[in-house]
């Protein structure tokens, strides 16, 4: 059983930064994309980041292109989001989830983490 654990959220200043961790346990993920995703309220969940598990390589969203990194730790499996020069827009409760490498459809979520950005 997959389980993904979020952890880091808060409450941090415009031009700020935080930074997100994602446990991962219950598999070996080197077939796996970890991705961390966004929901801000009244709005659709949006994909943020992705990590192939394997080689490390990456994908951002123009929104967070310049300003967060995603990245993984193998030893601890862990995936991290460094979140810098937040904006209030940034607002929303940050998942990490999980895929298959073959597949499109990202089968396992953690429970979510909530970040607020204040003006």
């Known amino acids: 059983q997959v389980q993904l654990v979020e952890s880091g959220g808060g409450l941090v200043q415009a031009g700020g930064s935080l930074r997100l961790s994602c446990a991962a346990s219950?598999?070996?993920?080197?077939?796996?994309?970890m991705g961390w995703f966004r929901q801000a309220p009244g709005k659709e969940r949006e994909f943020v980041t992705s990590?192939?598990?394997?080689?490390?390589?990456?994908y951002y969203a123009d929104s967070v292109k310049g300003r967060f990194t995603i990245s993984r730790d193998n030893a601890k499996n862990t995936v991290y989001l460094q979140m810098n020069s937040l904006k209030p827009e940034d607002t929303a409760v940050y998942s990490c989830?999980?895929?298959?490498?073959?597949?499109?459809?990202?089968?396992?979520w953690g429970q979510g983490t909530q970040v607020t950005v204040s003006s």
């Open positions: 990590i192939r598990w394997s080689d490390g390589n990456t």
């Open positions: 989830a999980a895929r298959v490498g073959a597949s499109n459809t990202y089968d396992y």
């Open positions: 219950g598999r070996t993920f080197g077939n796996y994309f």
